[in-house]
């Protein structure tokens, strides 16, 4: 079975552009999760997304939005690009995403903001 | 405050020898527990979970919970060389759904 991938794996921006990421999830899995990842603050939990509609968010500015299509892939956009938004983005997919379920993670892709 | 505290280190082993890595959390509701390792540059991917007090073992691995004192351990025995990276404790709470919140995580460095 195919893994999470992720595209595109790395991307330069400059300060005020957007970019938007894309992620596809294990086949089968519904629940897609984003996370920021900084040498300073870790991984950081962005927003849980099943069967299309948002179900959990964390402490991000609204810069920071995400959908999910109805075959389970999901995009991230972040609006108006700032220095501290260079970080790895990585997604993980789960089966349904409880609690208790395992996360696979993808590759991730590195966005440098110039 | 974070809720998920790590030790940054470096925590250097000896090859062969146990290392021990620990982890506590700040959310008492907290349920589901959780190592994933990392490797320079590549994402993280699950060692271990752990929902109940006690210890877990999986080959060379033993996850540790005690959820009195918040606290989960990761033990890794003979390590090796190849043990080397980030790990990376994670934390879940009920209700059904992923929102995971990870430490920054402990580098571990296996000298040979």
Same mark, same amino acid.
């Given at each position: 079975k195919a893994g999470v991938t992720q595209t595109p794996r790395y991307l330069i921006k400059t300060r005020g552009q957007q970019v938007t990421l894309s992620c596809s999830p294990i086949s089968g899995h519904r629940s897609v999760s984003w996370y920021q990842q900084t040498p300073g603050q870790g991984l950081q939990f962005l927003f849980e997304y099943f069967s299309e509609t948002q179900r959990n968010k964390g402490?991000?500015?609204?810069?920071f939005s995400g959908r999910q299509f109805s075959n389970s892939r999901s995009e991230m956009n972040v609006s108006t690009?700032?220095?501290?938004?260079?970080a790895l983005y990585l997604c993980a997919s789960a089966t349904?995403?409880?609690?208790?379920e395992t996360q696979y993670f993808g590759p991730g892709t590195r966005l440098l903001v110039l | 405050q974070k809720e998920v505290e790590q030790n940054s280190g470096p925590l250097s082993v000896p090859e062969g020898a146990i290392a021990s890595l620990n982890c506590t959390y700040? +959310?008492?509701?907290?349920q589901s527990f959780f190592w994933y390792r990392q490797y320079s540059g590549k994402s993280p991917e699950l060692i271990m979970s752990i929902y109940s007090n006690g210890d877990k073992e999986d080959g060379r691995f033993t996850a540790q919970l005690n959820k009195a004192s918040q606290y989960v351990s990761l033990l890794i025995r +003979?390590?090796?060389?190849?043990?080397?990276a980030t790990y990376l404790c994670a934390v879940n709470y009920p209700g059904g759904y992923q929102k995971v919140t990870f430490g920054t995580g402990t580098k571990l460095q296996v000298i040979p």
């Open positions: 402490n991000f500015p609204g810069r690009l700032e220095l501290g938004d260079s349904s995403g409880g609690h208790q | 700040s +959310d008492r509701v907290s +003979d390590s090796q060389p190849s043990d080397s």
